[in-house]
Nanobody
Framework: QVQLVESGGGLVQAGGSLRLSCAASGLTFSANNMGWFRQAPGKEREFVAAIRRSGGNTYYADSVKGRFTISRDNAKNTVYLQMNSLKPEDAAVYYC?????????????????????WGQGTQVTVSS
């Protein structure tokens, strides 16, 4: 049974930082691309960041580029999202996702349709 468990969310002031973690089990972690998505109330789920299965390439939404960093530790079956300079508009439930695709282009990596497994989400709240 595949499980993705996010942690690290919470309440932070604008300009602050948080580090999200997602621990995976029940799958061959190193064979999967990993992504972070978020969903704010009343909005659709949106792409945040993704990292190729090898960890060699990363992709970011324009809204977080330069502030967020995705990384992975294949030895620990864990993917991370370091979030700096947080803004109130970053507040959302953050989900990690895992999926295998042959192609690993930006368009493929940012589509939620290309991820087979999802975590339960972790809440990030940013106060102004």
């Amino acid at each position: 049974q595949v499980q993705l468990v996010e942690s690290g969310g919470g309440l932070v002031q604008a300009g602050g930082s948080l580090r999200l973690s997602c621990a995976a089990s029940g799958l061959t972690f190193s064979a999967n691309n990993m992504g972070w998505f978020r969903q704010a109330p009343g909005k659709e789920r949106e792409f945040v960041a993704a990292i190729r299965r090898s960890g060699g390439n990363t992709y970011y939404a324009d809204s977080v580029k330069g502030r967020f960093t995705i990384s992975r530790d294949n030895a620990k079956n864990t993917v991370y999202l370091q979030m700096n300079s947080l803004k109130p508009e970053d507040a959302a439930v953050y989900y990690c996702a895992a999926g295998f695709t042959v192609a690993q282009t930006m368009g493929v990596m940012m589509s939620p349709n290309n991820y087979n497994y999802w975590g339960q989400g972790t809440q990030v709240t940013v106060s102004s």
